[in-house]
């Protein structure tokens, strides 16, 4: 009997993104009812889908080439409690499918025996043809080499490996792999859940948990009260899923649900991308992670004995890694954080204070128009964690990135850009390079002109301000909605 699986799980099987699967439903090829879709229609659309081509198989043949030391084990897969009581739902499934199947079988062989004991009745020969019907029809069923359900198979061994959760209200989805923290696995499926230390301290990763197991895999010193107990809260931060789950957590949906933090982050490292750019990687402690939503900056602040600076950056990493954090600096003479930077005032261990996060140039995750990215320079920063939260987040539509560089080695990451070319089928880039600021912005409107359906693209645009004021004067007179640019000076 075919399954009925989630539009996610779907995808997460064959391979595809939850886009693709929206749009195999959208056009019909694919029936779906109420939200799910049955393994064999999905065969139809996918027919040549194999156990060691889905993402599922994919996963288990990696983990199993890595799981050669303890400590990648006990990363990678569940840990051994996590997995048996995910093995022992399977197995309580298993059987509850065979307890079915012996009734079935009672109940025919039953049948028959009735049906021979009407052999003398006046339709005697009806009921012996029945009874040859039904042993036969027996023999059948307890013979049958009909081909096992291939997709049914796959989603048996990904539950056993990875877990669905349903939040509550939004509808959003995600999977909690090998042994992580509910938490850490909606932040790496790009959503924006409440939470504070992510430590088990601060209570405010507590969310209603509607059906579904958890195990706590970290301490916690937060006390949720008798009352919450029997509601069902739980702390996401130090609970995993052993089974597929439905859960009530508050989401940001805006910049302004996102609280102002100041933390003191140390430097790991600086290391020069190009002869003019450098890029500052900071890492806050364990117990104090930055919230943040993707494209959103953040004022970083040294004090010292000999020097204090201070200076505005976008962050440049992705919100799914709240540690740790990416920024690049442009070289300037204008600006004393850029100076010191170059003259090697920061060195691994420095402590900086990290205030914010700020600014409102993040995902419009409401619109389903294919995107465009139109960065000059450092304008790349906040895209990366953009195009790093989108990818995440598995938004429908095609992403489009134009970078232009007025500086020799402007384009300083082009292989991040290829990389993600290369990964993904939505994602496509194109550089320019002009003189100044100004001239970059007219490119660039030319480039999007020429492209034709820029009127169709919510298009984020990100630079020095003449960058900016040409682009949006080019797209607005041309007939670009004034709601579907989104703009950024830096
Ligand atoms: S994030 Fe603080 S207790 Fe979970």
Redesign the pocket.
């Known amino acids: 009997m075919a399954k009925l699986l989630t539009v996610s799980r779907a995808a997460h099987l064959i391979g595809v993104t939850r886009a693709d699967m929206q749009k195999h439903i959208a056009s019909g090829a694919l029936p779906s009812h109420d939200g799910m879709v049955s393994t064999e229609d999905l065969l139809k659309v996918f027919p040549t889908v194999q156990l060691e081509d889905s993402g599922a198989f994919e996963r288990i043949t990696k983990i199993r080439e890595e799981a050669f030391g303890r400590r990648i084990r006990e990363r990678v897969l569940p840990n051994q409690e996590v997995l048996a009581q995910r093995l022992a739902a399977q197995s309580e499934e298993l059987e509850d499918v065979r307890r079915h199947l012996a009734h079935y079988h009672d109940l025919i062989e039953a049948l028959r025996e009735r049906i021979e004991g009407m052999a003398h009745a006046s339709a005697s020969e009806q009921l012996a043809d029945l009874g040859e019907f039904l042993d036969s029809g027996l023999a059948g069923v307890l013979a049958s080499d009909e081909p096992s359900d291939t997709l049914a198979i796959m989603n048996d061994m990904l539950s056993v490996m990875s877990a669905h959760v349903t939040v509550k209200p939004s509808g959003h989805e995600f999977f909690v792999e090998g042994n992580e923290t509910i ?1 850490k696995a909606s932040l790496r499926a790009g959503l924006a859940p409440s ?12 969310a209603r948990v509607v059906s579904g197991q958890l195990k706590q895999v970290h301490h ?1 010193d ?1 006390p949720l009260s008798a009352s919450e107990r029997t509601q069902g809260y739980a ?4 609970h995993t899923a052993v089974s597929d789950l439905v859960i009530e957590m508050l989401e940001a949906t805006s910049p302004a649900d996102i609280p102002e933090q100041e933390i003191v982050a140390k430097v790991r490292s600086v290391t020069p991308l190009s002869a003019d750019i450098m890029m500052l990687h900071l890492q806050t402690p364990r117990t104090n992670r930055l919230r943040f939503l993707a494209g959103q900056s953040l004022t970083l602040s040294v004090t010292g004995s000999i020097a204090n600076f201070r200076g505005d950056y976008p962050i440049a990493s992705c919100p799914c890694d709240d540690r740790n954090l990416l920024f690049h600096i442009r070289r300037n003479d204008d600006d004393e954080f850029a100076r010191r930077v170059f003259a090697g005032a920061l060195l691994p261990n420095h402590a900086v204070s990290l205030f914010g996060p700020f600014g409102d140039f993040v995902l419009r995750k409401d619109s389903t128009n294919d995107i465009s990215f139109v960065v000059c320079d450092t304008g790349f920063a906040p895209i990366k964690s953009l195009i790093e939260h989108a990818v995440a987040s598995d938004m429908p539509g095609t992403l489009r990135l134009l970078w232009a560089a007025t500086c020799a080695d402007g384009h300083y990451l082009e292989n991040q850009c290829r990389s993600w070319a290369d990964a993904l089928d939505t994602f496509s880039y194109a550089t320019l390079d002009a003189a100044d600021p100004q001239a970059a912005g007219m490119a660039a409107a030319q480039h999007l002109l020429a492209e034709g359906d820029f009127v169709s693209r919510d298009i984020y645009v990100v630079g020095p301000a003449a960058f900016v004021s040409a682009l949006q004067g080019a797209l607005i007179g041309a007939g670009l909605p004034a709601q579907q640019l989104i703009v950024e000076v830096i």
Not at 235 to 238: E, F, G
Request: aromatic share 10%.
């Open positions: 938490l939470y504070g230390c992510g430590n088990g301290n601060c209570g405010l990763c507590k916690t937060y702390l996401l931060c130090s």
